[in-house]
């Protein structure tokens, strides 16, 4: 490979095409540990070849398309706004797995996510949310009678 | 004529007041949630399922008619006054209608985007209305091996043939078929790539692999490179009226935006771009004033938006008549619909006349309201735009986590949904499609029971599926607009449909 042509190979494009043969063979090998009786036509592996083939042919084109540099031009990133919004969730994840209950865990997902934008008012942010987690919660718990996670301040409503 | 007769018995369904009063619902939260940047048809679809739970099917299919609607009138606002189309079917409306909200002619955009949208809908509803009996007829007489090469072909041409990149379009699909086939096999009760978690037996959530994509995926891209842009609202100023002369102007391009939306929408082909960037250039090309194209044409509005209505009215045909979603907006349909285990197809214009028809009439009272509210209205729809963006992203995530805890009481369901709003970030960050994941997800399972059905009937001889003339047909259809796209590079200027 002459230089130039290495300069325009775009890692990131390999990394998906790797990802995603990765995926043809996590497919291909949860298919071959089923266990089948006989059936007529064609089983429930069928199908699971098929994906598991097209996604090895793309990951093919994708590393293709790679090598080619064909890849659109990317911005630089936030990484901070970025770990702040999945951060978020895996807080409101945690409260709702803990038993901390809706509204709580709303109030920490609405906080975080608008940190990431830009806010710099934690506190009325956290305030907000709260207001918003209760106001939702009443309107589809209460009287669209949805079930929502309960924690010690869902109770007391 | 028989559709008169079912067109007649669908508005009797759809005038009782508690149903008039789920299509006002419906419109008011569709144009409410469509309005705001960043929320596109689909999404507000899917955000709003969840209030769609407890009621019964006749009326929350209602409500959904109202959704759709007021989704695709709330986009154009958006579109017009912030010039971010949330769906690149909107695209071709931003180009003009921004400009012309720039140049304080705000009021005429919006009103031929509303007038144009409202012609558009009921000219292609009528149209639903005539052409769906016959397609029922023929839908009545495939076979599964029809229905197969059918999937096949929406399969492509959703992802393949009107796409950027055909690579990264099927790439996408694939992702979809692979989620699609999590979960138990209805069959032979197997359970395929579980990994012994007990939530995925019952398969991948639709409504949380579109929330995971559209909402975080959308909110992890805007926040991530919200330094290289700021989003500038115009106001509406002046006359929100059309003079004589934008009448003028208007009424044309709203026919010819329906002669290209309508048919194109109701292909199993899938994609609003099309039809509105034929129109775009249509006009374009015929307008007596071609100078103005670029700083705010009204024809650059009124074409478009009308061809967007009239395909999204057209995708219709396909996901009623033969159970087919072409956009991702029609797949969240089709998970309203699987919600209450009702089939769209040419069963259920038979068995169920009341809901289908009562639906389509809805469509037609739902474009009347929307008509209605949304040009006195429009001051208050525009100040929901003015919601400060931290705390509008704030609020998605919450009624995204809200609709996915409530559709599905379990912690592992918020872990997928995060998962699917990274994938939808890096789909988003490297230029992959959205909308053949969705469609994927939900036509895949029905495509292999279909399949196997069809196999299973020939006795596992593969050559069966191509021994109907339909299937075959279908199939060598299916072959050149796979191959096209790589012959002819010219078609990759158009995106696919997206959200």
């Given at each position: 490979m002459t230089p130039s042509a290495r300069h325009r190979v775009d890692p990131a494009g390999l990394a998906i095409a790797a990802i995603l043969l990765a995926l043809a063979l996590l497919v291909f090998w949860d298919t071959s540990r089923l266990e089948l009786n006989a059936v007529y036509g064609?089983?429930?592996?069928a199908m699971p070849y098929l994906v598991a083939g097209g996604l090895a042919v793309l990951a093919l084109g994708n590393a293709v398309l790679a090598f080619q540099g064909a890849l659109p031009a990317r911005e630089s990133i936030d990484f901070t706004a970025l770990l702040l919004i999945l951060g978020g969730l895996a807080a409101l994840i945690a409260l709702i797995g803990l038993g901390g209950g809706f509204i709580p865990a709303t109030a920490v997902l609405f906080a975080a996510v608008a940190t990431a934008f830009g806010r710099r008012a934690i506190l009325t942010d956290l305030l907000i949310g709260l207001g918003l987690g209760l106001a939702t919660y009443l309107l589809f718990a209460k009287l669209l009678a949805l079930t929502l996670p309960v924690g010690p301040l869902e109770r007391l409503l | 004529m028989d559709t008169f007769a079912s067109l007649a018995q669908g508005l009797a369904v759809a005038v009782q007041p508690m149903n008039l009063m789920f299509a006002l619902v419906g419109v008011l939260l569709g144009t409410a949630v469509g309005v705001l940047p960043g929320i596109g048809p689909a999404l507000t679809v899917a955000l709003l399922l969840p209030i769609t739970f407890k009621l019964d099917p006749a009326g929350s299919i209602i409500m959904f008619a109202g959704i759709y609607y007021g989704g695709m009138y709330g986009g154009s606002t958006t579109a017009i006054l912030?010039?971010?189309?949330?769906?690149?079917?909107?695209l071709a409306t931003a180009l003009e209608g921004n400009k012309m909200a720039k140049a304080g002619r705000g009021g005429p955009a919006l009103a031929t985007a509303a007038i144009g949208s409202f012609v558009a809908g009921t000219l292609a509803t009528l149209g639903i209305a005539f052409l769906a009996p016959y397609l029922v007829e023929i839908a009545i007489a495939f076979g599964p091996e029809d229905y197969f090469a059918l999937m096949c072909l929406a399969f492509v041409t959703v992802s393949?043939?009107?796409?950027?990149?055909p690579v990264r379009g099927l790439t996408s699909l694939f992702l979809g078929l692979l989620l699609g086939l999590v979960g138990i096999d209805l069959l032979t009760g197997q359970a395929r790539l579980t990994f012994g978690v007990p939530e995925l037996v019952d398969g991948v959530e639709v409504t949380t692999l579109a929330v995971g994509l559209f909402a975080i995926g959308e909110a992890l891209y805007v926040a991530t490179r919200r330094h290289h842009h700021e989003e500038v609202l115009e106001p509406v100023r002046g006359s929100l009226w059309m003079t004589r002369e934008d009448w003028s102007r208007s009424w044309k391009p709203w026919l010819r935006g329906v002669a290209f939306g309508f048919p194109i929408g109701a292909?199993?082909?899938?994609?609003?771009e099309i039809p509105t960037f034929l129109s775009y250039s249509t006009e374009k090309r015929l307008t007596?004033?071609?100078?103005q194209f670029g700083h705010g044409a009204i024809e650059g509005v009124a074409g478009p938006e009308a061809a967007n209505n009239a395909s999204a009215a057209g995708t219709l045909v396909p996901l009623l008549t033969l159970g087919l979603p072409t956009s991702a907006t029609a797949a969240m349909m089709l998970a309203g619909f699987q919600q209450y285990g009702l089939n769209p197809g040419p069963l259920l214009f038979a068995e169920k006349p009341d809901l289908v028809w009562g639906l389509i009439a809805s469509l037609f009272i739902a474009n009347v309201m929307l008509l209605v509210l949304n040009l006195p209205l429009v001051g208050l729809w525009v100040r929901l735009l003015a919601i400060p963006q931290p705390w509008l992203y704030a609020g998605i995530l919450v009624f995204a986590a809200m609709g996915t805890i409530a559709a599905n009481p379990s912690v592992v369901e918020l872990v997928m949904l995060g998962v699917f709003g990274v994938l939808g970030y890096l789909m988003r960050r490297f230029d992959y499609p959205i909308a053949p994941v969705v469609v994927g997800l939900i036509l895949g399972p029905v495509a292999e029971s279909q399949l196997r059905r069809a196999l299973q009937i020939s006795l596992g001889d593969p050559w069966a599926l191509v021994q109907s003339p339909i299937a075959a047909t279908l199939f060598a259809i299916t072959a050149v607009a796979l191959v096209a796209p790589f012959v002819m590079q010219?078609?990759?200027?158009f995106r696919a449909d997206e959200d």
């Open positions: 064609v089983g429930p592996r | 912030i010039n971010t189309p949330g769906e690149s079917a909107s393949a043939t009107f796409g950027a990149s292909l199993p082909a899938g994609g609003a007596k004033y071609p100078e010219g078609l990759g200027r």
